[in-house]
C-alpha cells in the first residue's frame, strides 16, 4: 500500500527557509494530489497547500507569500519549502495524499536560534 | 474562507456509550465536501469518513457521518476503548480547505 515518508531538519533558524520532502512509496505520485498540513503544539490542524503530480498548485492564503510546493516524478517525491520563518512556524509538519487517505508519520520542526 | 466550528469541545462518555459530534459550516459546503478525521496523541490523523457520508476503507460501521449545507454530524453507535481520541472535521470544498478546532471524546 502506498506510504508517505517526511523528511528534512528538526530545527530551523528564525528567518530562514524550513525545507521538506514527502517520499511516496508502494505507488506512483502521478494522478494524484498531495498535500501538506501542519500542527502547532498542542493546537489544530492547518491546511498549507496542495500540488497536483503535472505541477499545479493550491496554497492557503495566509501562506502563500512564503510556500512553494514542488513535485519531482522522477524520484516519486514532493516538497515544501517555507520561507522567513518565525516561532509561530513551529509545528508537527504532515505530508498526504490530498483524499486525506494517507498520511506521512509527520515531522516535528522547531524555529529557535 | 469557511470557518468551521465543531461541538462539543469536549465530550466525555463511558465505553457503550453513543458519541454525537457536531461540525458547523459559516456558509454551505460544496457537494458536501466534507470529511472527518481522528487523531491519537503522537500520531498522525486518519481518515474516518469523506463525502459527509461515506467510510474510508478498513473504518467499522460503527462510525456514520451524516449532513449536508453546513451542518454536519458524526456519530460512533457504540464506543469502544480506542475510540477515545480527537475527532476533526474538514471541509475541502472551497479553497482555503479548512478543518475545525475538533472534539476531544474522552473516557467517563
Known amino acids: 500500500q502506498v506510504q508517505l515518508q517526511e523528511s528534512g531538519p528538526g530545527l530551523v533558524k528564525p528567518s530562514e527557509t524550513l525545507s521538506l520532502t514527502c517520499t511516496v512509496s508502494g505507488g506512483s505520485i502521478s494522478g494524484y494530489y498531495w498535500s501538506w498540513i501542519r500542527q502547532p503544539p498542542g493546537k489544530g490542524l492547518e491546511w498549507i497547500g496542495y500540488?497536483?503530480?503535472?505541477?499545479?498548485?493550491n496554497y492557503n492564503p495566509s501562506l502563500k507569500s512564503r510556500v512553494t510546493i514542488s513535485v519531482d516524478t522522477s524520484k516519486n517525491q514532493f516538497s515544501l519549502k517555507l520561507r522567513s520563518v518565525t516561532a509561530a512556524d513551529t509545528a508537527v509538519y504532515y505530508c498526504?495524499?490530498?483524499?486525506?487517505?494517507?498520511w506521512g508519520q509527520g515531522n516535528t520542526v522547531t524555529v529557535s536560534s | 474562507e469557511i470557518v468551521l466550528t465543531q461541538s462539543p469541545g469536549t465530550l466525555s462518555l463511558s465505553p457503550g456509550e453513543r458519541a454525537t459530534l457536531s461540525c458547523r459550516a459559516s456558509q454551505s459546503v460544496s457537494s458536501s465536501y466534507l470529511a472527518w478525521y481522528q487523531q491519537k496523541p503522537g500520531r498522525a490523523p486518519r481518515l474516518l469518513i469523506y463525502g459527509a457520508s461515506s467510510r474510508a476503507t478498513g473504518i467499522p460501521d460503527t462510525f456514520s457521518g451524516s449532513g449536508s449545507g453546513t451542518d454536519f454530524t458524526l456519530t460512533i453507535s457504540r464506543l469502544q476503548p480506542e475510540d477515545f481520541a480527537v475527532y476533526y472535521c474538514q471541509q475541502y470544498g472551497s479553497s482555503p480547505y479548512t478543518f475545525g478546532q475538533g472534539t476531544k471524546l474522552e473516557i467517563k
Open positions: 500540488i497536483y503530480y503535472t505541477g499545479s498548485t
Open positions: 498526504a495524499r490530498a483524499y486525506g487517505d494517507v
